[in-house]
């Protein structure tokens, strides 16, 4: 049974840098294929797509977001970290971490989110 | 980046009806296009990808279509649970994308 699960701050303040921990279960971070990606949704809108890290380390980056974004992979923790600099009260929302369909790059199952609500 | 379009924005249906949502991408995006279902205070829950293809677990009555620019989900008989928002995400292009959402609500 796969499963995901994200933890970090709930609150912070402008300027301040942002690292979200994903926690998986069910799958290896080290197997061929798979993949995990960060979405964010701020709140009453719409999806957005952060970053994605492959099995083999690759990876990928909204290119909106690139200069703030790093994705990280801990094998031997199973986990995906999520560090994103400069917080902006824009960037309040729900960021949930989300295990990549093995053969399309869409998102089978998804952690329960978090919220982070950015304010001075 | 590529962008989604969803319509209508909002959808009224009463329950046994039929529900058609559209989805169109501002440029071709091939069948590489994904459909999710979000309830309030949920996360998505993936229902159709490669367009048309039924996700693990998604009953028959819904059912996707289309290529290139234009799409559809289809509910076939909506059921009280499926009350909810959809989103549709492609991802032919780096970075992939998601519409704005439609929202099913009761009529």
Redesign the interface.
Known sequence: QITLKESGPTLMKPTQTLTLTCTCSGFSLSTSGVGVAWVRQPPG?????LALVYWDDLK?????LNNRLTITKDTSKNQVVLTMTNMDPVDTATY?C?YK?VG?????Y????TLVTVSS | EIVMTQSPATLSVSPGERATLSCRASQSVSRNLAWYQQKPGQAPRLLIYVASTRANGIPGRFSGSGSGTEFTLTISSLQSEDFAVYYCQQYNTWPPTFGQGTKVEIK
């Open positions: 809108k719409a999806l957005e797509w990928r980056y909204s290119p909106s949930y989300a369909h399309e790059l869409c998102l089978d998804w952690g329960q989110g």
